[in-house]
Structures are given as C-alpha cells and as structure tokens.
C-alpha cells in the first residue's frame, strides 16, 4: 500500500465553507448594472403544430419592452451536441408544448413578462405523437421529415423517413442457439417514465456581445467548452467563430446531467448578438426548467433471457425503445451507450441489443445521471431474481455464477477491466444478512429484502479530452487551473488532492477555480463520471511536469541528482542527504540564486493533456463488434430492507447497502457522499418521482407539488455506504468513475423487495404505494376467488 | 417570477376601513393574510384583482381563545399559532395535528386557517376537524355579521358562503362537554409536506357519538351521516369496522388525478377510517397512538 499524504484522506471540501456560508456567487447572483436586460421567453401551447402567424404589436407597446425575436431573426440556425436537429427558436413548426417560440426582450422582468402574455402566436395543429410505440409505425407522423440531412456524429444511424433518429445494434454469439440450449427462457416488458434532474439551481445564462465583437456567456453549466463550441457553430451564420466566444461557469447548484450540453442556455448567446452592448438575461422558472430543458427519456423495454437449469444464462434479447422527445441531439447517445451495455454485468456469450432512439412530441431526452443505465437495469435485474426464483436458486448464488470478472468479454467482445463485482456482491451480502428473514412487530405490515447489480461505462465520444495547468505561487500555494465543474461531487478538492500529492502540498493551500474557457484549458463535459478519472489524470501530468521542472532546477543549481530528490511537506528533499530541505517557497517564483548571484529557474508552471487513445468507435453497425466505445466499467451491488404496510402500500426503508468498485477512493468522505445522495436520488425515481402528460402533451406536473422529491421524513432508517478498491490501471491513484453509478441498483431492489415481500411483481416505475396497495389487494381478490 | 399585472394594496388600521374597501372594490379585492396562496396566484396570473388589502394589521383578528365552551380562532392565527398552541392542545387536539399536516414550517408560519377555508380546495386538511366538531364561520361586512356552520360554508371547489364585500372574522369550535377525541388522517405520497390525496377525520365520545368527515374525495369536504348514524351509540369491533367500511364506497366521489385513482382514494379512505376510528377509541380509552403515522 502506498504512503499516501493527501490522497484516500477524507479532505474538508476547498468550497465546503464558501458554499454554506452563502459567499459562493452563482449565475443568478451575478450583478451587470443596471444597462441588463431581460429576455422572457414564449413558449409553444401545442405539441405538434404550424406556426401560422406571431403578431407582436401589442407587446411591443408595454413600457419598457425593446424588442421581440422569433426565429425569423435566426433562420435555420441549427444546433445540436450530437445531432444538429434543433433550432434557435422553433422555425415553421413547434415539436412539443413549451417549445421558445419567441423572446421579449425589456428592461425589467416585469415589463418582459408582460409583453410576453401579449405575444400573439396562430397555430395550426398538427397530427401529433406522444408515445414511442405509436412512433414507430409506418403510418406515424413524421416529426422530422429532413431527418436524412442532419449532421451527425459517425456512430449514429438515423432512419430516413421514420421517427426513429439512431439504432445500436449489438449482436454477438448466435442468440438463437443460446435459446435453444436454454431450459427456461423468461420474456416479459418493462416501462419507465420520464424524470426531471429538479436541481435545486434552476438554469440561467447571460450573454453579452460587446461593442467589439465579442460575445460572453455566463450560463449554469456541466459543459462551457462545449458549450463555447455549440454556441460559434449555431451563431456561425452571423460571422462568429470560436476566437470570439468566452463562456464563464460561477459555482453550479446541481447539474444531474441537465445542464450539460446546451438547451435554454443557446437563447442568451443568440439575443445578446442582437442587443450589442447590453447584457440580456434568460432566467428560467422552474416550470421551464421541467418542460425546456432535458428530461430522462422514457422506455419500453422487451427482455428475453434463457437460463441453463444451473443458472448459467445462455442468451440475452433486450430491446429498448426510447421515448427521446422532440430533438434527440444528445438524448441519441443515451440510447447509443445503453444498447453497448445492456447486457449488464453479466457474462454472456450470446447477445442481441437493440437500442432504438425514437422522436416523439415531447420535450427533448437528454444525460441524465445514470445515462440510461438505471432505466434497462431495473428489468433486467428484476428479470435475474424472477427466473433465480423460477429455478429455486438463491438470487445472489445466480448473480454470482453470471457476474461478469475481468477479462471477459463485453457485449462488443472487449474485454473487461479489473473489477471488484463479486467482493462487493460478497460484501453487501453480508451486510444485509441476506437470507434471513425478518417479521415487523406491525401485524399490518411485512418485510422483504431486495438486491441488484449495476454496471456503467463513461459514455463519451473515443477523443473526449481533459487539460490542465497548475501554476505555483510565492508561498508554495498552488492554483490550478481546469475546466471541469463541481456539481456537487467534490471535484475542486479532488483535484487539489491530486496535486497535492505530487507536489507535496497541503489541499488547504490549493485553490481550483470555476473555469472561464479563455483563461483555462480544455475540458469536454462534466459528464459521464469521468471527471475524476479523465481531468484527474491531467491534473496528475500536470503536477509531474511541474515537479520535473522543479527537479531540472534542482539538479541544475546544487548538483544532485535526480534520481535522488523528492518532494515533501512543500520542500524538495533528498534521499541521499537527510540535512538538504529547500522550501519551495524559496524559488517557485523568483528562481534560485548560485555562486554568481545570477538566478536561474523562474515562475513553475505544470501542463498536463490525457485522451483515452485506446477508444474506438469504429465497429460494424449491424453488430458493433470491432470497435472499443468505452473505456472502462465500474461496477456495484446494492440490496435493501424493505418494510411494507399491506393494506395502504406505504414503504420504509429499515436498511439500505451500496458497494461500488471506486477503483481508489481518492477522498472516502466525498465517494460516501456520492453513495448516499446517489442512493437517494434513485429510491425517489422509484418512489415517489413520475412526469405526466396530458394527452395534449402538456406536462401536468412542472412543480415540486405534484412532482415528488422525497425530503428528510422520507429518507432511508440506516443507509451503509462500501467502497471496494480494485484498483484502474489507467485511473489517477487507480480510481474510476462513481458520481452516477451510485442511483444505478435503486429500482430494481425495491421491485425485487416488494416482490419478496408480497409476491407481487411491478413492471412500471414509479412503484409508488398506490401501485403496491391495489396489486396486492387484486393478488388477495383473486386469491380468495380461487379458494 | 414577476407578477405582470398591476394592483393596488392596502393595509387598513380597522376593521371598519377594512369592510369599506371591501364594498368599494365589489369583488375585485383580495385579502392577503398569509397569502401562501395568493402569492402564487398573483404570480400564475389566475387570479387579477384590483386590490389586496392586508388584514395583518387587524389586531381583533388575532384571537385564540376558550370562551363559553369555545375555540375562537381569529382570521390571522396562522397554522403554526395553532400547532404551538397549549390551549389547543388541551381542548381539541385534533385542530393541532391537523394543523401540523399542513404544508411546511414555512408555509404554517404564514398560512391562516380562515384562509384555508376561504380557499376550499377539496383537499384541505382543516375542514375535517371542522366540520365533525360542528364549527361556525363568523363573517361580517357592511352589512352586518352573520355565522355560517361549517357544513354550509363549502359550495364547490374554490367557493364558499362567503359574499364578495364579507370577511371571516373568526372561526368558533363547540368544545362537547363529554370526554372526546378526534383524530384526522391524511394520505399523502410520502411524508415531506404533500395535499392529501385523501383525508379521513373521525370524532368519538365516550357516549360513542360519532362524527366521521373526508376531504379530498368530493368536490368539497363532507361530513357522512349514514356513517355517524351506522356506527351511533354502538362499541367498535371488527364487525362493525368490516360494515363501517362497506358504507365507505357509496358516500364519497373521488376522481381519478395526478395524486391518485379513484380506486386507491376508496380504498384507502375505508382503511383510514378503520384506522381513525380504532386510534380514536384507543386515545379516548387513555391508549398511547402515534396519531401522525397511521398511514
């Protein structure tokens, strides 16, 4: 084990006192005088309709109002991550209700609000689809007709004349055979709704574009390189290139995948370049942070497995058919990342995935932490514990014979990473005491215990990269210089820790910034958890450049070698003369003086770059065997206790347990963080969450009233967070990614739980105790029918 | 989010001034008390009125009191006055359980319970403990005052007796003069502050009278007389209970919505009144119940 000093420490968070003491400025706080202007947006009251007319006189009339913009002031600007499917404003026709159709722009909210009620806009309906299912026959309305002519990334294989914008295809093995050797297959489907990221910071952007030409975003974000990049390619059309555009990220209050990429964000880029000289403001409500932002995509899912009577599967069918909304330019990779791993953790030789990305009249899918892996693993691990009790063997004996170990093969037949899989299925196992059975002292209530694998890889394009500087200070400190965002999960001081200990410096003495994409290198996305791996791995090089050029001074100025030095407690030590302590705060600056007086060395500045060079997407699109899509898998077990009232429905959670294979633990106290809020934000998917429609494709719920999130009553009795350490030969200390995976087993544990606790099996989420109440009472109904 | 259309607001020092502007402005004043409410409203746009006036001002509004065998709750008491409340405790502590149903801490530091019943949506948390103690709304204007029992006061969803130019002065409480208890369940979708998807309220003498009220269920709170006059003068025991939620089906209306089927709100309101009623009987017998997690 290696001696760490600041690494695997349970470090104070470098913003923890900054952020609960409300110093921390977020975008919203931002003060631009009083020259700022206001934009409220227009949104679409139909889901599928043509723009017949938008008559703005009256709104033009209200005191304070300068302008109203519609997408005649931005004529097929598209724009898309992935995807380019989507529009400054709605051109000809809006795709889903809610959709910016128009924007005031005033003086003052009020007067912009105002005039907004005043927009008059004419539609003429359109046939619409609400339902994916209902999209995918042959007679559906086209939603995008030009489909054929949108750009997009290489690994996208968009149907022309369908509503279907991409399909993974993932074949390996001959399934056929595998289901003929099989002696049991079980076959059934499974739903998931939309969800909402409801981070507690709605999203806001300022954009300015100065007399000289230059436009500045400041905006909520997961993503400002990217979303520098969208921004000069949307607003290529008015002679904006990259050189032009700043984007400048202040703290975030929470992104869960929602403020990657670029939605509402694009509204304040394009509005500032027709306000030159004036700041414009797009604050959204948190209405329109629900129905104009990205939402988790619906599923259908049909899953066959076929089980050997020993438990050993033989093959796998997942189809999944995702309701992706209006414009899918980064929904598609959530379908493109799940039909690569929807075999699971498991090792299987035969496989079929078809992943299906399907345009509907609702509001654009897009990342959402879990990436679509919670949505396929809550069937297929309520589908393991089915056909475990089916067979008479114990579930977790049947997740072990299946658990995927390192060096076999993935459903694109890479191979798989290191893994702690089984130590923590062993680990969570134990925890729970699985296969005792416990009685609650309420007569009217039962308790039953529930367990899930999970698995997720970084879904990211094969040359997604990270960059880094450090930069020291007179006083040893450091800065250091990144493009990532803490969204919450402690990035900042992780990689402060990082450079810390490579530098030999306390975390206390590094400060990390929130990027400005014209001072700090280039970072993708905060997304996909590989932030800590990715930028942490660039941090790491960066440090060791810095320290190289510390010892290059070294040797150079008092003659040692090399070899010899090191760096601990801020000084440069050597190994070989116990007597030799030279303060970094000596020379990291102003270099080190020699016998002539001359000073030699000057300002320590450390780079570092890391790009995965072994990801591929190259692979035939009928199997997509061949390529190397994702980096690396990390890997998980959770189980749960579950009490449950027979007659209301109601659940308490006695016991939660979460193990996850974080690689190293790079900061304990932050991984447990990342497992507890994880784990809750996934029990209240399951619980209590759910997005409805109306069947004009209104949402009915865009509020915290009829929108649930759980609050502290509702929060788990006892919840037992477990690190396993195996370690990424590749990873910074050899962590990986855990920031999305820790929601990931949520679901299917509480199906199986309920399951074992009233033999009731749920196939829909949300499995609310509405849901539980009425299926067991038809189950008693029933079972008092039959005698 | 701004509120985009103009209004006039004014904070009266009588209650006199009050009423005069509630003449004057012939429906198109609001009362603002806690406005929990009425804020959002104002900044939803459904509602415009021409005027707020502010009662919070109104020092004789702020009564909480036993008198001659009453509660008197005046218009301000917010909910929380009500959770903290001693008095409350002592003589009806159903109106404090009730109370701590409500919303958050947040809202019940502001939220009145005059302005709850002013605002009858069908799912109120304080009509049940109402309406089975049989309260009266005390409500003056111009032309004089006038008491209104609770069980008349709810015309339809959002409407009440209440006439544009009136203003509820107070709402009183028979306390009976036998022992009693009440107790009121809400079916909420988790535990943090939620409407009720449905609620049941049961009140119990130790000459077993029943009361029995649902919220949520209807288009406006109820008071059951084929349930009270079922379970009258009789001992609860699982027969009963089994008949008491047979009648169940055929006394309330549920709709199927966002927060719950038509099916669940019955089934769970025969469950909550068997519940109630055995949390009730269980208080009254000097049982300890855990009254806030019967669901």
């Known amino acids: 084990m290696e001696n760490y000093r600041n690494i695997g420490k349970p470090e104070v968070r470098i913003d923890g006192r900054e952020k609960v003491s409300g110093a921390a400025i977020y975008t919203a706080d931002l003060d631009f005088g009083p020259n700022l202007l206001h934009a409220h947006v227009v949104g679409s009251t139909e889901a599928s309709a043509e723009i017949v007319s938008i008559d703005f006189e009256e709104a033009l009339k209200v005191d304070g109002v300068l302008h109203v913009f519609t997408a005649r002031d931005f004529p097929n600007y598209q724009f898309g991550l992935y995807m380019k499917d989507r529009y400054i404003f709605a051109q000809d026709k809006v795709r889903f209700h809610g959709e910016q159709v128009a924007a005031v722009v005033a003086r003052c909210p009020k007067a912009a609000k105002k005039a907004a009620e005043l927009v008059k806009v004419t539609y003429k309906k359109l046939p619409q689809v609400l339902d994916q299912m209902e999209a995918l026959k042959e007679d559906a309305v086209l939603i995008h007709p030009d489909l054929e002519n949108y750009e997009h990334v290489p690994w996208f294989f968009p149907k022309a004349k369908t509503n279907i914008a991409h399909w993974r295809k993932v074949r390996k093995g001959n399934t056929e055979q595998g289901f003929a050797q099989a002696d049991f297959i079980l076959e059934d489907s499974y739903h998931v709704p939309r969800y909402a990221h409801c981070a507690i910071e709605p999203h806001c952007a300022i954009g300015k574009f100065d007399l000289s030409g230059r436009l500045t975003v400041w905006a909520t974000s997961q993503s400002p390189h990217t979303q520098r990049h969208i921004f000069a390619e949307a607003l290529a059309p008015l002679g904006i290139t990259h050189h032009d555009v700043r984007v400048i990220a202040p703290h975030v209050g929470g992104g869960f995948g929602g403020k990657a990429g670029v939605t509402m964000e694009i509204l304040a880029a394009a509005l500032a370049t027709k306000c030159k000289g004036d700041p414009v403001k797009v604050q959204w409500s948190r209405e329109q942070d629900f129905y104009n932002t990205y939402q988790r995509l619906g599923v259908v899912t049909n899953l066959k497995i076929g089980v050997k009577n020993n438990g050993k599967i033989t093959a796998l069918h997942h189809r999944i058919n995702w309701d992706a909304g209006a414009y899918v330019e980064y929904g598609a990779n959530v379908v493109n990342a799940v039909g690569l791993s929807a075999i699971g953790p498991y090792n299987i030789d035969n496989v079929s995935i078809d992943s299906v990305c399907i345009y509907t009249n609702l509001p654009p899918g897009g990342a959402y932490r879990g990436f679509g892996y919670s949505e396929f693993l809550f069937g ?208 990291v600056i102003n270099g080190i003086q020699v016998e002539d007086g001359t000073f030699k060395g000057g300002p320590i500045i450390g780079r570092g770059v890391f790009m995965p060079e072994f990801s591929s997407t190259n692979a035939d699109p009928e199997t997509s065997q061949g390529g190397h899509p994702n980096v690396h898998y990390t890997v998980g077990a959770g189980a749960i206790t579950l009490e449950i009232d027979k007659e209301t429905g109601k659940m308490r959670i006695l016991k939660v347990v979460e193990a996850v294979d974080v690689g190293k633990a790079l900061n304990p106290s932050l991984v447990e963080g990342q497992l507890t809020g994880g784990l809750m934000q996934g029990l209240a998917t399951v619980m209590f969450e759910d997005m409805r429609y109306d069947a004009n494709g209104r949402l009915l719920n865009p509020n915290f009233t009829d929108y649930k999130l759980p609050t502290a009553k509702d929060i788990p009795d006892e919840v037992i967070p477990i690190i396993i350490e195996v370690p990424q030969p590749d990873g910074p200390f050899g962590a990986r990614g855990v920031g999305e995976h820790t929601m990931l087993p949520a679901a299917p544990m509480v199906a199986n739980a309920v399951e074992d606790a009233l033999g009731v099996r749920i196939r829909e989420m949300p499995i609310t105790a509405e849901k539980i109440a009425l299926a067991y009472k038809a189950k008693m109904e029933q079972s008092s029918k039959d005698g | 989010m701004a509120i985009s259309h103009e209004f006039s607001y004014e904070k009266p020092a009588s209650l006199g001034s009050a009423l005069a502007l509630l003449t004057r402005y012939q429906g198109q004043a609001k009362i603002l008390a806690g406005a929990t409410d009425l804020a959002v409203q104002l900044k939803e746009g459904t509602v415009t009125p021409q005027c707020l006036i502010d ?31 001693d008095l409350v405790r002592r003589e009806l502590p159903m109106l404090g359980e009730s109370a701590l149903t409500v919303a958050s801490i947040g809202v019940r530091n502001r939220a009145t319970i005059a302005g709850n019943i002013c605002s009858a949506v069908p799912s109120l948390d304080s009509a049940p403990v109402l309406l089975v103690y049989d309260a009266v709304v005390v409500v003056t204007s111009e032309r004089g005052t006038r008491e209104v029992p609770i069980t008349d006061w709810f015309k339809a969803p959002r409407r009440t007796a209440l006439a544009a130019d009136e203003l509820v002065v107070e709402i009183r409480i028979p306390v009976p003069a036998v022992r009693h208890r009440g107790v009121y369940v809400k079916l909420g979708r988790y535990r943090g502050e939620d409407l009720a998807q449905a609620g049941v309220g049961v009140m119990v003498t130790e000459q077993n009278e029943y009361k029995v009220a649902f919220n949520a269920v209807g288009p406006v709170p109820l008071r059951s007389a084929k349930l009270e006059a079922l379970l009258r003068g009789r001992t609860l025991d699982d027969a009963l209970l089994k008949q008491a939620r047979a009648e169940v089906p055929s006394e309330i209306s549920p709709i199927t919505d966002i927060r719950a089927s038509r099916e669940y709100r019955i089934h769970m309101c025969q469950v909550m009144l068997e519940r109630a009623l055995r949390a009730a009987t269980g208080l009254l017998a000097g049982k300890s119940i855990d009254v806030e997690h019967l669901v």
């Not at chain 1, 698995?455 to 990144?482: Q, R, T």
């Not at chain 2, 009662?55 to 909480?64: A, N, Q, R, W």
């Not at chain 2, 301000?76 to 959770?83: E, K, S």
């Open chain 1, 380 to 587: 297929l691990e309520s589908h393991i514990t089915r056909i475990a009790k089916h067979l008479g063997i114990d579930e977790v004996e049947m997740r072990k014979i299946n658990g995927i170990k390192e060096g076999d093969t993935t459903a694109y037949s890479a191979r798989m990473n290191p893994s702690g899989l089984h130590e923590a299925i062993e680990k969570v196992a134990n925890e729970i005491e699985w296969g005792k059975k416990e009685t609650s002292k309420d007569p009217n209530k039962v308790i039953g215990k529930g367990f899930s694998l999970f698995w997720k890889a970084p879904a990211m394009p094969p040359n997604a990269s990270s960059s880094a500087f450090i930069k020291f200070n007179e006083d040893a400190s450091l800065n250091i210089l990144v493009s990532g965002m803490d969204i919450g999960q402690g990035y900042l001081t992780v990689m402060a820790q990082i450079a810390g200990e490579i530098l030999g410096i306390p975390t206390h003495k590094i400060r990390t910034e929130n990027p400005d994409t014209d001072r700090n290198p280039y970072e993708w996305q905060t997304v996909a958890s590989h932030i800590t791996w990715s930028c942490g791995n660039a941090v790491k090089k960066a440090a060791i450049d810095a320290r190289e050029q510390i010892f290059d001074l070294v040797e150079r100025t008092h003659h040692l070698h090399r070899e010899t030095l090191y760096l601990e407690d801020e000084k440069v030590k050597c190994t070989q003369s116990a007597s030799f302590e030279l303060p970094l705060s000596d020379f």
């Open chain 2, 55 to 85: 009662i919070k001002g109104l020092s004789e509004l702020d009564t909480l009191a036993f008198q001659e065998g009453q509660l008197v709750i005046g218009a301000n008491v917010t909910f929380q006055a009500l959770v903290h409340s």
